[in-house]
Structures are given as C-alpha cells and as structure tokens.
C-alpha cells in the first residue's frame, strides 16, 4: 500500500481490517490447539503444559502462549466465540469476555461490556470474582522465597510468591521507597532493587529494644600475596559469605565490625576486631551536617549515613574532619556500588563525587 496515495480513513480501515483478519487466524489457531491438547501433544513432546508446548514450537513469549491456550478453551457455543471467528472483535476482548462469564454474570452484562475498553472489562470481571476463604488461605500457602546465588555468591536471583494484600504491602513500599531516590539513579527496576536493599538494611540496623543498632560482625579473609597483585580484586572473601571485590570490601571497612585474617608469606594472623564509627561520634557528623546529605545539590535526609571521605583501606580514620553524613542512596548506591570517590577538597557542607 502506497501511504502517500491513501487518506488516513483508509489507513485506519486497513489496520481496522488487518485485525479483524488477526482475530479470524487466532480462533483458526485455537481450534487446532484444542485439539492437539486432547490429542496429549505437550505429553508426546516432553512438555509439562500446553502453554509451555506451545511456547517452544511456535516460539512465542510464555505471555502470548498463555493468551494462545486460554483462546483455545473458550466455550466453542458462546457469543464470544462467535464474534471472534466473524472477525467482529478482538482476541483480547474475547479473553476479557471469557474472563468476565466465568464470573456467573448475567449474560446481557457481558453483551453491555463491548462498551467498555478492555481494562474496564477486567476491572468489570475482577469485581465479580468470588474469593472464597479457602481461596485466601490457598494463596498464603503458595506463598515462598528464593533467594539463589552463583557459585561464588557473587550474583543472586531472587523469585518468590505471595498473596495478594502481602504482596501489595511489598511493592507498595518497594516502589514508595524507590521513587525517593534520583531519578538518574538506574532504571526503574534497579531502583527497585535498590529499594529491597535498603529495606533489608534498615531491618538488619533497627535499634533492639530502643537502643543503638548493633554492628553486623563479618570476618574478612585476606590472601595478602594474591590481594597485593592484584589491588584487592583477588584474594578477599567474606568468610561463610560471598567473594567480594574491592568496593564491597571499602563498604565492610566503612562500617560495621570487622575482623581480618591475612594470609601470606608468614603464618596466618588473627587482626584485632575494627569497630565501626562509634553512636556517639555518628550523632554529632550528622548535626554537623545539618541532618542532610552533604554531597552538592542533594537534599535528602533518607537513611542519613556516616562516611570516610578518605577510605579505610587508605588510611581512613574515625576523625570528625575525614566523616561526612551521606543519604542511602549516595554512600552504598553510588560510593560503595558504582565505585565514586568524594572530593577530599570539597567543602562539608557541599562535598563532589569523582567518577572512577
């Protein structure tokens, strides 16, 4: 088709048309699919689902398997089903129909909704679906957690399920406390994962009983031969824990309690336990600083921390003049993850981060 030689009501007639006939071929589709289900296709081809069968053989996302599978079990004798194979509505709306009857409405309610937009329509069916207590108590069950890491522990995927107002009270807060940090600080899905961290720190942290956060303990175990050649990139692992590198190393150092062991050409030698940056001492930096982030331009007061401006593994000290008071994001997110460094030159009040 020539777009310069058409008006714009033939362009939209024509994709119009081009849907009608997309709806014509999915119900066609379905059929075969219904009767390939029947016939144990996904058995015969060592699938565990249809949805998964059809996934590989037509090499669709699992999204659109899905939607191709609920296609193929709609009621052959509906109106919906009807109206799918004339062309005269789409695949989504005969699933959000389908959706919609499996509610026990009455039928002139799911001939009223073709006034509707699909999301009205789900939002139709939603309201009328039954949840049942046994329902409920069904969805806590399948509740779960994963968290699984690679063999050196140094990357984890986390997958887990759980019911719905649980779930909602989650990401809710997830994503209250993702939207607090810059909007240049990663996509959106890694601010969100920036945001379970936090919550996790803040847990972790929590004061017992009122009283002051208790350090995390971590045993870090130096091979000074392999960590000299190689400036901390090798040879350094937190013991019963993951293999670090240099950066999550500085962020142990920075606070916390740590002990060392270093390992080299003389016997292995137990280092006194380094204490964090004492409560006292963290109180007054963050009055010093106004009880705000002290790099330029940040106004945050989110989970205010205390940090070295020079690093401990440099020499750092717990000297008021070498601490800072950084908001979360600044000092794990961008100091400690992504490797910046803060300007010793800069003033207090206004600190500059260098790139590494």
Known sequence: MN????SSAELRRFVSECEAQVAVLRAEQAVAL??????????AGGCKSMQEW???????????????VGLSRL?????????????????????????LGRCDVDRSLVRQSRDWDIPGVRRLASLHRRTTPADERAAFESRYFQAQPNLDESVWDLRGRL????????SSVVDAIADRLP????????????????????????????GEPLPVMATVFVDADLAGETGGEAGVEVVGGPRVGPLALEEILCGGKVEVDVDGAVPLGVGPAAHGIPPRLRRFVLARDGGVC??????????????????????????????????????????????FRVDPGSPPQAR???PP
């Open 3 to 6: 777009k310069i030689e058409v």
């Open 34 to 43: 219904a009767e390939l289900d029947q016939r144990q296709a996904p058995l």
């Open 54 to 68: 059809v996934a590989g053989r037509l090499d669709v996302a699992p999204e659109t398997a899905a939607r191709l």
């Open 75 to 99: 009621d052959p004798g509906s109106d919906t089903w009807r109206d799918l194979v004339d062309g005269e509505i789409t695949v989504d709306r005969a699933l959000a129909e389908a959706r």
């Open 163 to 170: 019911a719905g107002m649980d779930g909602k009270i989650v």
């Open 183 to 210: 909007s240049d600080g990663g996509s959106v899905g890694q601010r969100r994962a920036d945001a379970l961290v936090a919550i996790a720190e803040g847990a972790a942290g929590a004061p017992p009983e009122g």
């Open 294 to 339: 002290s790099v330029g331009g940040c106004t945050s007061r989110y989970r205010l921390q205390v940090h070295h401006v020079l690093p401990v593994s440099q020499g750092g000290t717990n000297d008021p003049h070498g601490l800072g008071a950084f908001c979360w994001y600044h000092h794990i997110v961008v100091i400690h993850r992504r490797g």
């Open 352 to 354: 500059r981060l260098i």
